[in-house]
């Protein structure tokens, strides 16, 4: 068979766009071509809507189980102008991964990637939209996995940060299940699905137990862990960073320290001075072996914490969840559904 030079070129480009895709074995990252760690320098690339409070706090998924009105939440990576202009300024701040939270699945997202996958940047997204929440998923998984460069999804995003919110917990750790499930089932290559959690003191602990507890195939693959409180000048040990750090080393799961995004107006050059000396050497995939192996106890439904872990897992392939759509001998603790 005859290459013309055409398809030659073709082929190449191809390859050379295509990122070494990357692989969890235990709590680890690894390039899956040389089993050499991988460590993440990361920025949010979202843009907000000013819209309203309410398109807010929709992404940051208070659940709905009803439709919205289409809000106009900016895709980040449908805009290819828009990734020509700032990708060379992430890759000023050495960036490897981004954040986005909002994908519209029906977008095209070649050019962004393509872009991203040629500056060495993966891609870490939020699978949650403000319209069709349960159904929005899959699709984004669909047309994500596409592309080498898409590590992996968050189910969710600071659901909870009262007591009071505690409940939604359930529904993502349903979420996160189905996900899973469904990455394996369309036999994707192996993409995580975690949970990105706000950190707040009085239900850190049992919130980072619900999301490792009762099954493997309910746990999350990582934890996101927004901490706000490494602002300007401080330390690894002063912020914190690093007694959380020291409280999720026995979890089963990945744990990316999530910071929050930048402005090159402000924050700009002194996250770049901070990025351009982190040099972590890690280790090799072969020599390394999980040690964290067991799940946590699911915490007690009480005053403290509201929810259970999902005894069905129903979002796939509904709309939207409701009593009525629930299949026969499904039972949903009302902490599930509640008001939502
Ligand atoms: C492993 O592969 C990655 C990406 O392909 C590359 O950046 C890195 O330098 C490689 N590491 C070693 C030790 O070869
Ligand atoms: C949102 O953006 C529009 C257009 O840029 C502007 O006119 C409007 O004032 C903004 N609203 C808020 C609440 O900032
Ligand atoms: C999603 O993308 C499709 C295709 O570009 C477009 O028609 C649709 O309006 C977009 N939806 C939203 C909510 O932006
Ligand atoms: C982690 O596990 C080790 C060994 O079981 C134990 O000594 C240590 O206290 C645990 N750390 C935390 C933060 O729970």
């Excluded at 870490?124 to 998923?137: N, T």
């Excluded at 949970?195 to 009762?214: G, K, P, Q, W």
């Excluded at 914190?240 to 050059?269: A, I």
């Excluded at 872990?309 to 949903?332: D, E, I, K």
């Amino acid at each position: 068979m005859k290459f013309s030079l055409r398809s030659l070129v073709t082929l190449i480009g191809a390859a050379m766009a295509d990122l070494d895709p990357i692989v969890i074995k235990g709590s680890e990252f690894f390039y899956s071509s040389n089993n050499t760690q991988f460590y993440r320098r990361g920025v949010a690339y979202q843009r907000m809507s000013n819209a309203s409070a309410l398109i807010k706090t929709m992404i940051h998924l208070k659940l709905t189980f009803t439709h919205r009105t289409p809000a106009t939440v900016p895709d980040p990576l449908a805009n290819a102008a828009a990734c020509k202009h700032n990708i060379p300024i992430l890759q000023e701040l050495r960036t490897n991964v981004i954040r986005t939270y909002s994908i519209n699945a029906s977008a095209d997202h070649s050019e962004c990637m393509k872009l991203l996958s040629e500056a060495g940047i993966y891609l870490i997204s939020d699978l949650s939209s403000p319209i069709h929440l349960c159904s929005h998923y899959t699709s984004v998984i669909d047309e994500l996995s596409q592309y080498s460069n898409t590590i992996d999804f968050f189910a969710g995003n600071e659901v909870a940060n009262t007591v009071a919110t505690t409940d939604g917990s359930a529904y993502v750790k349903a979420a996160v299940h189905d996900m899973k499930k469904y990455i394996q089932e369309k036999g994707y290559r192996s993409m995580g699905v975690g949970y990105a959690t706000a950190d707040v003191s009085t239900i850190r602990e049992d919130l980072a137990n619900f999301f490792d507890c009762s099954s493997d195939s309910q746990s999350m693959d990582l934890w996101g862990y927004s901490i706000y409180s490494w602002c300007s000048d401080s330390s690894y040990s002063a912020s914190g960073y690093q007694d959380r750090t020291e409280e999720f080393r026995n979890y089963t799961v990945l744990f990316p320290l999530l910071t929050t995004s930048v402005s090159k107006m402000k924050d700009f050059t002194s996250y770049s001075n901070e990025i351009a000396t982190a040099s972590p050497t890690g280790t090799h995939k072969a020599s390394y072996t999980p040690t964290n192996a067991v799940l946590q106890s699911c915490p007690t439904v009480g005053t403290d914490w509201k929810a259970r872990p999902p005894l069905c897992l129903l979002l796939r392939n509904q709309a939207c969840v409701t009593a009525s759509t629930m299949s026969p001998g499904c039972v949903v603790s009302d902490d599930i559904l509640a008001s939502k």
